[in-house]
T-cell receptor, first 116, second 112 residues
């Protein structure tokens, strides 16, 4: 598609429950990024993919967070055993490239995760 | 650590010009991007500077000086709809890195 799509829009989980978020990048874009934004403040980078391969996972809290981008499927971000501090808006973005022309990232509308 | 500094709030009147500064301290710096975000919605790309100098796109211009680790976004002929948060973001690339590191955002309020 022409826009980055994210589902669901809102997700409510009790502490300790699992949360799974989905992202469909713009068709033709090779790179996918996940960011976490808490309280409309700065965006925290989590992980990026080049097609189905992890490109940069330096921001990923590895104990409870995992992510995948499989061929012909939406990308996913999964949080096992959610904590109150995971409450945030999770944005997915895609780009044609990194470090060359066409590296602007296009963001989806976000998934608001609330952990109670 | 990796960080970008920008003012937290700026206020200006319609029709005026405003400049939002950004200084950065990052490893693997490749270029500087600017994004606009309205009320927590999807950030939208405004501009990217890969080289030193000025990039102009309509009412918006962006500048980068690598030697000073500094950039700015210039908004001209301000309109009410420009009220939003503006984020500078460093593209870091190389080795195992490939992502944007964001500043904390500057909330711009445009008054009539």
């Amino acid at each position: 598609g022409e826009e980055v799509a994210q589902t669901p829009k809102h997700l409510v989980r009790g502490e300790g429950q699992k949360a799974k978020l989905y992202c469909a990048p713009i068709k033709g874009h090779s790179y996918v990024f996940w960011y976490q934004q808490v309280l409309k403040n700065e965006f925290k980078f989590l992980i990026s993919f080049q097609n189905e391969n992890v490109f940069d996972e330096t921001g990923m809290p590895k104990e409870r967070f995992s992510a995948k981008c499989l061929p012909n499927s939406p990308c996913s971000l999964e949080i096992q055993a959610t904590k109150l501090e995971d409450s945030a808006v999770y944005f997915c973005a895609s780009s044609q490239s990194i470090g060359q022309g066409g590296n602007e990232q296009f963001f989806g509308p976000g998934t608001r995760l609330t952990v109670l | 650590g990796q960080s970008l500094e920008q003012p937290s709030e700026v206020t200006a009147v319609e029709g005026a010009i405003v400049q939002i500064n950004c200084t950065y301290q990052t490893s693997g710096f490749y270029g500087l991007s600017w994004y606009q975000q309205h009320d927590g919605g999807a950030p939208t790309f405004l501009s990217y500077n890969g080289l030193d100098g000025l990039e102009e796109t309509g009412r918006f211009s962006s500048f980068l000086s690598r030697s000073d680790s500094y950039g700015y976004l210039l908004l001209q002929e301000l309109q009410m709809k420009d009220s939003a948060s503006y984020f500078c973001a460093a593209l870091v690339y190389g080795g195992s890195q490939g992502n944007l590191i964001f500043g904390k955002g500057t909330k711009l309020s445009v008054k009539p």
